[in-house]
């Protein structure tokens, strides 16, 4: 059997917003792993602070939505992102993503990639956010897969452990369309509807 991949919340926020993490499940195996700090189903009512980095994204979405000094179709489009967000929770029912929480050497390194100095010591310039270190943390010392689109992150990957394996959000998009999933003007379609949601890729999936 293939290695489960860990998800972030880049990859999983812009599969969501495009709905279609169907894609996701088909192309790295069921259940994606996915960190506490990026989804956390038992968190109930916490300070924005203490939210999961999912649940914040939708708590943003179902503002937008609700501000008055937008335009209407601006918060229509808000409320549908807070929808289509909140099928993370629909999925974790059908467990189709499992919620893992970090073990003790895990959170040695996740404290490592969260702090200047030890993400210094990897090669970069800046602290890794915290979703991100936790998928990093994950992938090296259980062996998983990484999907991430956090070049940061891919760097202490590398750093971490060469060769690592991982899936960036283009890269999925080009193996779904190979394997018959979706065609290639689709893939390139949902990579076009995530870049107008703020993805940020200067290259499509198929040229």
């Not at 914040?56 to 501000?67: K, L, N």
């Not at 936790?134 to 750093?159: I, M, N, P």
């Not at 999933?181 to 509807?193: P, R, T």
Request: with cysteine; hydrophobic share 45%.
């Amino acid at each position: 059997m293939p290695e489960p991949a860990v998800v972030d919340t880049v990859v999983l926020r812009y599969f969501l917003f495009v709905a279609r993490q169907d894609l996701l499940v088909a192309l790295l195996g069921r259940p994606l792993m996915v960190p506490r700090v990026v989804f956390d189903p038992d968190e109930g009512d916490v300070s924005e602070v203490a939210m999961s980095e999912l649940t914040r994204s939708i708590r943003f979405q179902r503002g937008a939505a609700a501000d008055p000094g937008r335009l209407p179709a601006a918060r229509a489009r808000a409320a549908t992102n807070a929808d289509r967000l909140q099928a993370i929770s629909e999925m974790h029912v059908r467990r189709d993503v499992q919620v893992v929480d970090l073990e003790t050497d895990e959170l040695e390194l996740f404290a490592r990639l969260t702090s200047i100095e030890g993400s210094r010591s990897l090669g970069l310039h800046f602290a890794i956010q915290p979703g991100e270190a936790a998928c990093v943390a994950l992938a090296v010392k259980r062996g998983w897969v990484l999907a991430t689109d956090d070049q940061d992150a891919l760097t202490a990957l590398e750093a971490l452990d060469p060769g690592h394996a991982y899936e960036r959000i283009r890269r999925l998009l080009q193996r779904a369309a190979e394997a018959g999933l979706i065609s290639q003007d689709e893939a390139n379609d949902l990579h076009a509807g995530m870049r107008r949601l703020g993805f940020r890729d200067r290259e499509v999936p198929f040229p």
